[in-house]
């Protein structure tokens, strides 16, 4: 079957039944931000020791610095008064969130599964985040490469079509915005579309698509505000390499291969799809077993 992809917002059927749903995004302009930041922290400060360059102290650790890493941290430092460090193997983007194409659809989350509600959830705080920008006078647009593209999700055959009328209904049913577009109806609103008798689609006007790179930078600057108050620290190039004991059995340190951070409170792994192996290592001196079912995936996305 053909693969057609709109390069704003339209995506064939059968790429989301055995793969992640999003056309794949070149990760070449990845290589030229391999810069190693590092805040200095004030000697003496309100929550923080600091006995020596590689020897820190902070309320949490986030252990890395993907879209997750980086907002997690971005909600402890305005939402409470606690230190933050994060800390990555590379630099903000050199994981998934670097690759992602930053589409914010609902299009394809079925209602009642485990993910939905944390997709609506999300969709919801992303809106949210855009809306509380342009009220500070910002554009999201410029901050966060925020569009409301909406989604067109295209089935090729009759039965896939059929499928989506279906996947229409349920989405509207659960409260979105969601359109079948018969093959009349798709070939008035994407004239350049190679449309048939079988061909239709499901619209979902309210799905938006964000840029990563220009979020990441917003979420950096934002974070780094608190840099200055003693409050925020990034280890860059800095891979964790393992986790150290405390006497009660905690882990009292996260130790990179430059640092030691110490943590009073919590210690975050937010490592994308190294998290499963990266726990195991990180637990492995502690003769324990740590599964979490987390793991790296390939797919093949083509998009033209
Ligand atoms: C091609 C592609 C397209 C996608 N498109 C979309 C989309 O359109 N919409 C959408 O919602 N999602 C999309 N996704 C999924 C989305 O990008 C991810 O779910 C999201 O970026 C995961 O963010 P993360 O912070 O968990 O992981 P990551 O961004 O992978 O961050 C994990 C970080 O952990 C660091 N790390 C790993 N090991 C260590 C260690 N030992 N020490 C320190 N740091 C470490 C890594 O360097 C990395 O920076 C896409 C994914 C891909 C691959």
Redesign the pocket.
């Known amino acids: 079957m053909a693969t057609l992809h709109h390069p704003h917002y339209i995506l064939n059927f059968s790429s989301t039944n055995h793969c992640?749903?999003?056309?794949?995004?070149s990760s070449s302009s990845l290589t030229n931000r391999s810069i190693s930041y590092k805040y200095k922290l004030p000697a003496t400060g309100n929550r923080m020791t600091r006995s020596s360059s590689s020897d820190q102290a902070f309320d949490v650790i986030v252990?890395?610095?993907?879209?997750?890493?980086?907002t997690v941290a971005r909600q402890f430092l305005m939402d409470s008064d606690l230190s933050v460090a994060i800390?990555?193997?590379?630099?903000?983007?050199?994981?998934?969130?670097?690759?992602?194409?930053?589409?914010?659809?609902m299009t394809h989350k079925t209602p009642g599964t485990a993910t939905w509600d944390l997709s609506m959830r999300?969709h919801q705080l992303w809106t949210m985040m855009a809306e509380d920008l342009q009220q500070q006078g910002l554009d999201p647009m410029v901050e966060l490469g925020w569009k409301k593209t909406g989604s067109l999700l295209v089935g090729r055959t009759f039965a896939e079509s059929d499928t989506l009328k279906g996947r229409v209904k349920q989405l509207s049913e659960a409260g979105l915005k969601a359109e079948y577009l018969c093959s009349r109806d798709l070939s008035k609103r994407e004239p350049d579309l190679l449309v048939d008798k079988d061909t239709a689609a499901a619209f979902l006007p309210d799905d938006c698509?964000l840029d990563?790179h220009r979020t990441v930078t917003y979420l950096e600057k934002a974070n780094r505000n608190f840099a200055s108050k003693g409050r925020y620290a990034e280890f860059y190039d800095?891979?964790?390499?393992c986790f150290i004991r405390s006497d009660g059995n905690g882990v009292e340190a996260v130790q990179?291969s430059k640092n030691t951070l110490y943590s009073k409170k919590a210690v975050i792994v937010?490592?994308?799809?190294?998290t499963g192996s990266?726990m195991q290592?990180l637990f492995r001196n502690w003769g324990m077993e740590f599964q979490v079912p987390v793991r790296p995936r390939k797919?093949c996305?083509y998009t033209t």
């Open positions: 992640s749903p999003f056309p794949s995004h252990v890395g610095a993907g879209i997750i890493g980086l800390v990555d193997k590379g630099v903000p983007c050199s994981g998934a969130t670097g690759a992602g194409q930053g589409y914010l659809w999300s698509q990563a800095d891979p964790v390499k990179t937010a490592a994308g799809c190294w990266l290592d797919v996305l």
